[in-house]
């Protein structure tokens, strides 16, 4: 089997009513998908962060079996061309995707098996909206995630300081005390106003606080880390697993969060993985983007065992993105969505999906 040829889909798709996080309103979901198809008949789906000059791809894809998928990464990546190493993550999700499809068997049975047919999910929502009530709704919102069976939810911070103690005081109002409650403040602070503000929101007993800072200063994460009584996560925006080696290395956080749309794929997912388990670090992957992506990160997280800790074991939860996205909803024909708080892993050969090319059309850029 080979690879006959290496298509690029750029998809937009503009949602209804904007949200915003620490640095940005968000008015539209976008994701770019690679499609590789075969001369046996076989396609393939990825979802990467960037894409290859046409020239790379003929000379390292086209033409090779995709069975030489660590091959193929590795011409990519040494190539010089490649500043971006997130754009290989689509090449090598397709690519395991026509593994799994030519075996006849789901990627995660590639992958070692599934501790789980089932991952327990942490709904990831709670933007702030362009709204007065903006507490209120944040409170609303929270409640219906109690009331769907999320055992965990995530919601931002990194708005300043009154507004982040403000809206996690009421947000742990209204779910209780059992659910598990993390923050993401998407870079927002510097490292005396990261400790600052965390002192101030540990009284809500989060389970995590996500990115504080810069994802580049290892150092200053292991300041904050130090500084806090919770756990600190972040690295979703890494590439490559020598990105995470200093990271791990120095225990800079307490949680790894690679995103396989951006670390690499597949190939390059797992060897993260390796890496943070023998300095004894959890992973919980990040998950943000369309269909493809959500799939992959399942098939990926159902291959790892739970976080194990002898005294309060904790499940390895899934981040279900709870925001609008249409390239999340509705390009597969069978849409992938939580029930009880749980997303069933895909027992379908390969990713275990087929995209509807009529909503890819619809949403091409």
């Excluded at 490559?240 to 390059?268: C, K, L, N, S």
Aim: net charge negative; proline share 5%; hydrophobic share 40%.
């Amino acid at each position: 089997m080979k690879i006959t040829d290496v298509k690029y889909h750029r998809l937009r798709y503009p949602v209804t009513e904007k949200f915003g996080n620490s640095f940005t309103w968000i008015t539209e979901r976008s994701s770019t998908l690679v499609e590789i198809v075969t001369d046996a008949g076989i396609t393939g789906w990825g979802q990467g962060a960037g894409s290859l000059g046409e020239s790379d791809i003929q000379r390292h894809v086209v033409g090779k079996d995709p069975f030489d998928y660590e091959v193929i990464w590795n011409a990519l990546n040494n190539s010089g061309n490649l500043k971006n190493v997130g754009a290989t993550s689509g090449v090598d999700v397709a690519l395991w995707d026509i593994m799994g499809k030519a075996l006849d068997v789901p990627i995660y049975r590639l992958l070692g098996g599934a501790f789980r047919d089932r991952i327990p999910c942490y709904a990831s929502g709670l933007f702030r909206k362009d709204r007065p009530d903006n507490t209120q709704v944040l409170m609303d919102e929270a409640r219906g995630y109690v009331d769907r069976g999320f055992p965990a939810m995530k919601m931002k911070v990194g708005l300043g300081k009154a507004y982040d103690e403000r809206n996690v005081a009421a947000v742990r109002k209204a779910i209780g005390d059992d659910i598990l409650l993390c923050v993401d403040a998407n870079l927002a602070y510097d490292v005396g106003t990261a400790i600052e503000v965390g002192r101030k929101m540990e009284a809500y007993d989060l389970f995590w606080y996500e990115e504080p800072i810069s994802r580049d200063d290892v150092a200053g994460y292991v300041e904050i880390k130090r500084a806090l009584g919770m756990r600190i996560a972040g690295c979703e925006g890494l590439q490559g697993r020598w990105a995470f080696r200093e990271f791990i290395q120095r225990r800079a956080v307490d949680i790894v969060q690679p995103d396989i749309a951006i670390v690499g794929g597949f190939t390059e997912a797992r060897k993260v993985v390796a890496m943070a388990s023998a300095n004894y670090i959890p992973v919980m992957p990040h998950m943000w983007g369309a269909v493809v992506g959500l799939v992959a990160t399942l098939h990926w997280q159902a291959s790892m065992p739970d976080l194990l800790d002898t005294m309060n074991p904790v499940p390895s939860f899934f981040e279900c993105d709870m925001t609008e996205n249409g390239l999340r909803t509705a390009l597969s024909k069978e849409p992938v969505l939580p029930v009880d708080g749980f997303l069933a892993v895909p027992q379908g050969p390969g990713l275990g999906i087929e995209i509807d090319r009529d909503v890819l059309e619809r949403y091409s850029v």
